[in-house]
């Protein structure tokens, strides 16, 4: 069955770093596009980083741009999003998504409703 798996969540002191890891399975990886989106408590999920299968083109959510890296490894069907100098503010459940390579996506990226399958999340706690 389809399946995206996050890993690499965790308790970190603020100006820290951490390294998600999100794993695919069960489709088509080269099929679709890739983001990163995180939930903190009482708030809404926001739209953090996006990457394109080929190229690859980037996105970044303005919080996030300088800090943040996404990446992706075609021949392990997996994506990263690498966090440097992490703020109180960036701790929030992370989820990752895909999304078919459509016209839509390229032009919504941002949007959740854009990205056809999530994973469960993983914690990011940064503490002051």
């Known amino acids: 069955q389809v399946q995206l798996v996050e890993s690499g969540g965790g308790l970190v002191q603020a100006g820290g770093s951490l390294r998600l890891s999100c794993a695919a399975s069960?489709?088509?990886?080269?099929?679709?596009?890739n983001g990163w989106f995180r939930q903190a408590p009482g708030k809404e999920r926001e739209f953090v980083a996006a990457?394109?299968?080929?190229?690859?083109?980037?996105y970044y959510a303005n919080s996030v741009k300088g800090r943040f890296t996404i990446s992706r490894d075609n021949a392990k069907n997996t994506v990263y999003l690498q966090m440097n100098n992490l703020a109180f503010e960036d701790t929030a459940v992370y989820y990752c998504?895909?999304?078919?390579?459509?016209?839509?996506?390229?032009?919504?990226?941002?949007?959740?409703?854009?990205?056809?399958?999530w994973g469960q999340g993983t914690q990011v706690t940064v503490s002051s």
């Open positions: 990457i394109t299968w080929s190229g690859p083109r980037t």
């Open positions: 069960g489709f088509t990886f080269s099929n679709y596009n």
């Open positions: 998504a895909a999304g078919l390579k459509t016209a839509d996506w390229y032009s919504n990226y941002y949007s959740r409703d854009v990205y056809d399958y």
